[in-house]
């Protein structure tokens, strides 16, 4: 079974700092999507960024870019000129190649605090 | 475009009663999911559709809980009797498919509270 772990609970960051979420997963997959989700606290989750595991490049949205290592299977999430709006868990999440077996699994989140 | 829809957005009930939650995904969207969500945890799934199809319930608690997803679009998750433990977020959310590449998109969520 595949495991996401986040070992940051929370985090803090000044507004237009940067700021990197950690995330590491375990999987015997090959080919498999990882992707960060965000819950602010009205707490709809939305789709931050996603990675293909067989794609080497670095997935790029706006403010928000992934660091993907598959050899050490760690996929942190950097976010650049932070904004109040930013404030919410982060939810890192492993899925597998698809098909019926296929489901998300999730890290435990990071609580993420945009201070002015 | 509407998101995924939910309600009631709160319930407050006591124990052994039972409750039951609605989710309307977005349309055209085939597969639906509902995770349940404790405080200061991640979502974890409890049941996947495809259509009207269960395909994966290997995770719902069948003794007490129970879904259905009539003619493959709205869904209604119940629990009969509830327990104290059952207090959490239900989340329902939906993807055009089942392949991993799609996007799934999520409700605001039903937070149970059983007194």
């Known amino acids: 079974a595949q495991t996401v772990t986040q070992s940051q609970p929370e985090m803090s960051v000044q507004e237009a700092e940067t700021v990197t979420l950690s995330c590491t997963y375990d999987?015997?997959?090959?080919?498999?999507?990882l992707f960060w989700y965000k819950q602010p606290p009205s707490r709809q989750m939305i789709l931050v960024i996603r990675q293909e595991a067989y794609k080497q490049q670095n997935a790029t949205e706006n403010r928000f870019s992934v660091n993907f290592q598959k050899a050490a299977k760690s996929f942190s999430l950097k976010i650049s000129d932070s904004q109040l709006g930013d404030t919410a868990m982060y939810f890192c999440a492993f899925g597998g190649s698809g098909g019926s077996n296929y489901k998300l699994t999730f890290g435990k989140g990071t609580l993420l605090t945009v201070n002015p | 475009e509407a998101g995924v829809v939910q309600s009631p957005r709160y319930k407050i009930i006591e124990k052994k009663q039972p409750v039951a939650f609605w989710c309307n995904p977005i349309?055209?969207?085939?597969?639906l999911y509902w995770y349940l969500q404790n405080l200061g945890q991640g979502p974890e799934l409890l049941i996947r559709?495809?259509?009207?199809?269960?395909?994966?319930d290997s995770q719902l608690p069948k003794d007490r809980f129970s879904a259905e997803r009539l003619k493959g679009v709205d869904s209604t998750l119940k629990i009969q009797p509830a327990e104290l433990g059952d207090s959490a977020v239900y989340l329902c959310a939906s993807s055009l498919g089942l392949a991993a590449q799609e996007t799934q998109y999520f409700g605001p969520g039903t937070r149970l509270l059983v007194l």
């Open positions: 349309s055209g969207h085939n597969t």
């Open positions: 999987t015997s997959e090959n080919n498999y999507y």
């Open positions: 559709y495809e259509n009207e199809e269960a395909v994966d």
